[in-house]
C-alpha cells in the first residue's frame, strides 16, 4: 500500500521531474560531443545505471529507446519523451509476450530499418547489473546493425544504492562520454560470444572498477 501511494505521489510530481531533468542536462558541461547524426541505424548500448547520463547526452536528437512494461517504466517513459525520445514499450527477450518481447523487437527493428538510432540498456530493467542480455545481439543480428558501446562519466555525481548503482549527475558537472569499439553481429556468429564480447567492452569503457561491481553483485545475490 506504501509504495503504491508513493508510486501515486511520483506520476503526480513527474511534469515537476521532467522540466528539472530537463534543466539538468543543461547545466552538464560535456567536454567531447559524439555527433549522433553521423549514425544511422545504429544500436547504443549502455548500463542500466549509467542511463540517466546518457539520456542527458543525447537530448532532442530523435534517439529510440526501450522501457519496459514493468510499473516503474510509466516514469521512465513519461520523462524520456519529455527529453526528446521516441519511446518503445517492452523487451528485448524475444518471445516473452508476456513482457511485450514481440512486440518491443518488432517496432525496436522497424525503427532501426528506416535508419533511426536505438539506445538500450543491456542489463536492464531488474539486472542483473553488468550483465548483457542477448537481446541485444539478436536485435543487431536480425537488423545487420551496429552496436555501440556507451558510458557517461561524471566529475561530480551520486550514486544511488539501487540493484545498479543508478547514477544521477549534480549540475554543472563536468562530463565526459567514452564510446566503445563497434560490436558487429553477422547472422553466423554465435549470440553468446557477441553478448560477452560486448560485456566485456563496456566494462573496458566504463569507469565503475572490479570493487564497485561486486559491491552490487553481492547486493543482488
Request: glycine content about 10%; aromatic content about 10%.
Amino acid at each position: 500500500m506504501r509504495s503504491r501511494v508513493r508510486f501515486l505521489f511520483i506520476k503526480i510530481l513527474l511534469p515537476f521531474i521532467a522540466f528539472v531533468v530537463r534543466i539538468l542536462g543543461r547545466t552538464i558541461r560535456w567536454e567531447k560531443r559524439y555527433d549522433f547524426h553521423l549514425d544511422r541505424g545504429k544500436i547504443y548500448a549502455i548500463w542500466h545505471g549509467n542511463a540517466l547520463g546518457i539520456a542527458l547526452f543525447g537530448m532532442d536528437r530523435g534517439i529510440y529507446t526501450l522501457v519496459s512494461r514493468f510499473r516503474d517504466g510509466d516514469i521512465a517513459a513519461y520523462i524520456l519523451k519529455k527529453l526528446g525520445y521516441h519511446v518503445i514499450r517492452g523487451s528485448t527477450e524475444e518471445g516473452r509476450a508476456e513482457k511485450g518481447g514481440r512486440s518491443g523487437l518488432i517496432k525496436l527493428i522497424k525503427a532501426i530499418k528506416d535508419g533511426n538510432n536505438v539506445a538500450i540498456t543491456v542489463d536492464g530493467p531488474k539486472g542483473p547489473a553488468f550483465k548483457v542480455k542477448e537481446g541485444v545481439v539478436f536485435l543487431a543480428q536480425k537488423t545487420s546493425s551496429v552496436i555501440i558501446p556507451a558510458f557517461a562519466e561524471f566529475d561530480r555525481c551520486i550514486r544511488l544504492s539501487s540493484w545498479d548503482g543508478f547514477t544521477v549527475p549534480l549540475p554543472f558537472a563536468r562530463g565526459r562520454v567514452h564510446i566503445g569499439k563497434p560490436i558487429k553481429v553477422s547472422e553466423q556468429d554465435s549470440i553468446e560470444e557477441k553478448a560477452k564480447e560486448l560485456e566485456e567492452e563496456l566494462l573496458r569503457i566504463s569507469s565503475l572498477g572490479k570493487e564497485s561491481r561486486s559491491v552490487l553483485e553481492q547486493r543482488q545475490s
